[in-house]
């Protein structure tokens, strides 16, 4: 990992979660559409940490 590593991972989920808060308390939807946005985000977040660590190589699944 080169030394600006974990400051580029953390500035990320800085941004996912400042756009999650702001989709959650600024913009009308219903609880289900909200729920669906929130486990999106999350997984897709995961798969990134995942691979970003190297500790999974999933096939096919690229997230940029």
């Given at each position: 990992y080169h030394e600006g590593f974990m400051i580029t991972v953390l500035i990320v989920?800085?941004?996912v979660?400042?756009?999650l808060y702001l989709i959650?308390?600024?913009i009308p939807l219903s609880p289900p559409i909200k729920?669906?946005?929130r486990v999106v985000v999350?997984?897709?977040l995961?798969?990134?940490m995942l691979q970003v660590f190297?500790?999974?190589n999933l096939p096919n699944v690229r997230l940029r």
């Open positions: 989920l800085v941004i979660g400042v756009c959650e308390n600024f729920t669906v946005i999350v997984l897709m995961v798969i990134w190297g500790i999974t």
